[in-house]
């Protein structure tokens, strides 16, 4: 639990993406509670944002991990790369279309 701690912190320090992330997953649990959205919709919005920082984290660690081996960006540790980053975007996306689908008729109710 320490050591996962650390990595939490290492995370949050050194990566701005990791950040924006905390941020926009802040932002959506608040209007879950402003919108006071069903069980299931706070369930799924909690495991989106999971997944999303999940991925980030794995995106982090597969990229520390890859540069420690080949300091120098080699182009398989390019490609790498650019997976894992692609990875990220395409978890971000389908959690950024869901959550438009679930936010997205309790703000044109709202705006009404």
């Known amino acids: 639990m320490k050591d996962a701690g650390k990595g ?10 990791f950040r924006i992330q905390i941020l926009v997953a802040g932002v959506a649990l608040i209007f879950a509670v402003i919108f006071s959205l069903k069980t ?3 369930i799924l919005i909690i495991l989106l944002i999971m997944m999303v920082l999940m991925m980030e984290l794995l995106n982090t660690a597969i990229e520390k991990f ?3 081996l080949v300091p120098r960006l080699h182009h398989y540790i390019h490609n790498v790369k650019n997976i894992m ?13 869901i959550g438009a689908m679930i936010f997205l008729p309790h703000f044109i109710n709202w705006w009404k």
């Open 40 to 42: 299931w919709e706070i």
């Open 8 to 17: 939490l912190v290492f995370a949050f320090k050194t990566e701005q993406n």
């Open 85 to 97: 980053a692609a990875a990220v975007l395409l978890t971000s996306l389908g959690a950024a279309i």
């Open 66 to 68: 890859a540069d420690l």
